[in-house]
Each structure stands twice: as structure tokens, then as C-alpha cells.
């Protein structure tokens, strides 16, 4: 069945009007699955009114009352999870595991904000007897969202769920590609009583939608996730028109390891390169080695990845622009010498239908080859070797971005020492687990702010000193 997406408009469902749609293929066989409305000026116009009207009265509304909302928000995405699986796996493509995986920590988020808000307090400062100062924190307003193709329901949780806890209301532009959740979404939430006008959805493309919203004169803050060139477009509109913008962008991270590294370990946690066909921000793309186990890991890890065989372990790509830039840096990779040492190829035979790659390891691949220094976005890993630690940070650092990284030792102070070395906003030492309680977010070119944990609460808020005299 092919579904007809409009958008979310002040709690009610609004038709494109004199604007087009454009169909979406689906990524198991490029067979049509949805009929999005592309929206406009006109579009974004309405959300954001509808958005500003609605300002007030939620953020005036206490704590506990909004908090109680999204969690209602998080207990009816869980009752409702086969309905979100199912819609969001046929426009991303992603493994039904791990698809019901994302729609637990989405409903965690929404969870996390309801209760952490009620800690979100300001402080007094001391000026003296005969006045009194005190800082208090207050939303901003109307926040632009604009989220990718690659985790639709989980990227419109995260950001929406800390702005609505903070006393926002929001406008999101989803990608064209995979809107379908975030309208279920923002459905499900006036469905557990949160006013219309406090979240709205506008469909459709970048420069007709994304532009607008970011340049509208009511919009007060700005949260995008998405490329490097986008996110510097978003940066500067932002800057121009003096509102805060929250950046979440690519990244090549490193997993550095060394030789005393427990191995087994290592190669489960490299394989997380085919999670979501290593369409995520924040995969491990690059495998850095020290030289005395280079060999045995590499031929560990390739077996594994040979393992992933597309299609009941490794889903397809989600875009068909993605898969063509997939198979390019196959080409781009051999061409500046990169040793091919498993896959390296479009799905053959009946998955020919539909966007599979198979899981790739590239082995001596040096700084100066592009698969080492540009985002893929694909189930590609780059390794490369090195000799000694300071050689390791090198390399690790040896990049535009600096998103997430790993280091693997048995050496704890090593580990610790290499960590606070590494460029990255979040550094993972010896596979240690994160949650949404851990803030994410990157250094260099990776972005501005930090999303998840309770400082992206603070992110959504901006801060008020007030003084009374008392004399």
C-alpha cells in the first residue's frame, strides 16, 4: 500500500494544496511506498504561527504536567511499537531488531526528559544584603528541527522530546525520504493530550522547506542533524539572524587498537559498522591497528564481515542517491590503492531489487586516500596500522571530524591518557556503554552542542538572571 503523507499542522492533517508530491521508493525493491506532499513557504508559515501561538501556555505549564505528558508519549510508543516498526522498517530498510531496538530508546527519551525536567532549577547569587539576583532557566520559543533519513523516529525523539520537557514547542522538518514516524509521532502526542501548535510537521525538500523554517524571524533556536555542507548553510543562516543552532554532523571515527587489546572484544564491537548498513553519524568507520596484531585482527575481522550476508544480517541502503555513493568509493577506493579484503560490491541475484551492498573491509589504507578521510555513510571499514601511541593519536586526530572514537587496551591509564587526547566529543574506552544519559555531540567539523543526557535539556533553554532590591 502505498500512504499519502501530508502534514501536521496546529493538531490536524493538512494537504499540500497548489504544491506537488513526489513518490518514495522502498528500499528492499525500489517498489513505491509513499506519496509525500512537498511543502512550502506557505507550509512553514502556518507551523510556525501555529507553534508561536501555542508558546505560551505550554511553557507556562508546570514541569510536572508537561513531564507527565511525555511520558505518556513513551508508554503508548511501547503499546504501539509493532505499528512503528513495521512503517519505519519499510522506508529505512533497517533490521527488524534493530528497528525495535530504536523505537525503545526513542520511547526512553521521552521517558528521560518527562523526569529530569523537574530537576532543571536555577541558583541564587550572594550581592549582598539589600539585594536579592537569582538565575532561572526558560525556553526559547518556536525551535526548528530538521532531521535525516537514517533514524527518522529516533532523531525526532531525541530533540523533541528535551525541547517539549525544556517548554518548547516545535516545528520539524523530517527528511522527504522517511517522514512517515515523525507524523505518527506528532499524532501520538495530541493524542496524549499535548495542545495543538506544540508540535507540527512540514514534508518535504530542503531548499523549499528546511530554508524557510530556518530563516523564519519566530523560530528562536535552531537544532539540525544532517551533512557537513547542510549544517554549515544552517550555521551561518543562524548566525546571521543571532539564534543559537544545535549541530549534529557527520564523522570518521577511529577505534584505535592496541596490541594488548582483548580481541574478541575489538572485532564484536568493529561489527557495529553494519548496524543500520552504517548509515549513522556516529559509526566506527575507521579501524587504526598496532602493527603487532594487525594481521590477525584484520583477517578476524573481515571473516566476520563476509559473514554479513545482505539482506537477514545487513539491511540495504535507504536512499538511492546513497547507494550510488556507496558503490563510487568502491571505485574511488581501488583507484588510490586501497587492498579490497572482503566484499566491495553491489547484492548480487534476487537482492539485485533492491539498495544491498556487501559489508566491505578495506585493508592499508593510508591519510591520503579519501575512504580514510571522507564520511561513506555504509557498511565500509577503512583499516589502517600503526606503530606507536603517539603514532595512534595521530591518525585518530588525522580528520576533518571529530564525532565519536574507540581505544582498546588492557592498560587503564593508557586508555585514559589516549582519551583525553583523542578529538572527539565522545570517547569509548574498552566498549564502555552509552545511553541517552551520555551528552553526544562532536568537536571540529562534527558539530556545535551536545544532544542527549541533561545537558541537551540546558541546550533548549536560555538562561534569565533577575535582581530584586530589597532595601
Known amino acids: 500500500m502505498v500512504r499519502e503523507l501530508d502534514h501536521w499542522i496546529d493538531g490536524k492533517s493538512v494537504p499540500r494544496g497548489t504544491q506537488s508530491a513526489m513518490t518514495v521508493t522502498g528500499p528492499f525493491d525500489r517498489r513505491p511506498i509513499a506519496r509525500v506532499s512537498l511543502g512550502g513557504r506557505e507550509h512553514v508559515d502556518l507551523a510556525v504561527e501555529a507553534a508561536r501561538r501555542a508558546a505560551r501556555a505550554w511553557g507556562d505549564r508546570p514541569p510536572l504536567e508537561r513531564g507527565r505528558l511525555l511520558a505518556e508519549v513513551a508508554r503508548r510508543l511501547r503499546e504501539r511499537a509493532d505499528e512503528f516498526v513495521e512503517v519505519e522498517v519499510a ?3 533497517k533490521l527488524v531488531t534493530e528497528m525495535r531496538g530504536g523505537l525503545q530508546v526513542a520511547a526512553d527519551y521521552f521517558e528521560y526528559y518527562g523526569g529530569v525536567v523537574r530537576a532543571l532549577f536555577g541558583e541564587t547569587i550572594n550581592l549582598g544584603a539589600g539585594d536579592h539576583a537569582f538565575t532561572s532557566r526558560e525556553p526559547y520559543g518556536v525551535v526548528a528541527m530538521i532531521t535525516p533519513w537514517n533514524g527518522p523516529l529516533t532523531q525526532a525523539a531525541r530533540g523533541m522530546a528535551a525541547a517539549l520537557a525544556a517548554g518548547n514547542t516545535v516545528v520539524i522538518k523530517p527528511s522527504e525520504f522517511t517522514s512517515s514516524t515523525t507524523l505518527m509521532l506528532a499524532r501520538l502526542c495530541e493524542e496524549v493530550g499535548i495542545p495543538p501548535g506544540v508540535v507540527n510537521v512540514v514534508v518535504g525538500e530542503g531548499p523549499e522547506v528546511g530554508g524557510p523554517l530556518t530563516e523564519h524571524p519566530a523560530v528562536r533556536l535552531i537544532a539540525f542533524t544532517g551533512s557537513v555542507v547542510t549544517g554549515r548553510r544552517v550555521a551561518e543562516t543562524a548566525a546571521r539572524r543571532l539564534v543559537p543552532a544545535i549541530l549534529e554532523l557527520g564523522g570518521k571515527s577511529a ?3 592496541f596490541a594488548d587489546a582483548d580481541l574478541d572484544r575489538v572485532v564484536e564491537h568493529a561489527l557495529t559498522i553494519c548496524t543500520g548498513a552504517g548509515q549513522q553519524c556516529a559509526a566506527l568507520s575507521r579501524l587504526l591497528v598496532q602493527n603487532e596484531i594487525h594481521d590477525e585482527l584484520l583477517e578476524r575481522v573481515a571473516q566476520e564481515m563476509r559473514a554479513r550476508i545482505p539482506g537477514d544480517r545487513l539491511a540495504p541502503m535507504t536512499t ?3 547507494f550510488d555513493k556507496v558503490l563510487e568509493y568502491f571505485d574511488v577506493a581501488t583507484q588510490d590503492g586501497a587492498r579490497l579484503v572482503a566484499g566491495g560490491r553491489a547484492a548480487a541475484g534476487a ?8 559489508a566491505t573491509v578495506y585493508a592499508e589504507v593510508t591519510p591520503q586516500m579519501r575512504i580514510f578521510r571522507e564520511e561513506i555513510f555504509g557498511p565500509v571499514l577503512a583499516v589502517s596500522r600503526f606503530a606507536t601511541e603517539e603514532e595512534g593519536i595521530e591518525l585518530a586526530n588525522d580528520s576533518e571530524y571529530g564525532l565519536v ?8 591509564a593508557r586508555g585514559l591518557r589516549v582519551a583525553s587526547r583523542i578529538d572527539a566529543g565522545q570517547v569509548i574506552v574498552n566498549g564502555g556503554r552509552t545511553g541517552i544519559e551520555t551528552p553526544f555531540g562532536g568537536y571540529k567539523a562534527s558539530g556545535l552542542g551536545r544532544e542527549k543526557g541533561f545537558e541537551s535539556l540546558l541546550h533548549y533553554t536560555q538562561l534569565k538572571t533577575t535582581v530584586v532590591s530589597t532595601r
Open 351 to 358: 537482492l539485485a531489487a533492491g539498495r544491498y551492498v556487501e
Open 255 to 257: 577505534n584505535v587498537v
Open 405 to 412: 572514537a574507540g581505544v582498546w587496551t588492557a592498560d587503564s
Open 320 to 322: 538511492e542517491a546513497q
Open 91 to 93: 522506508e529505512t530498510g
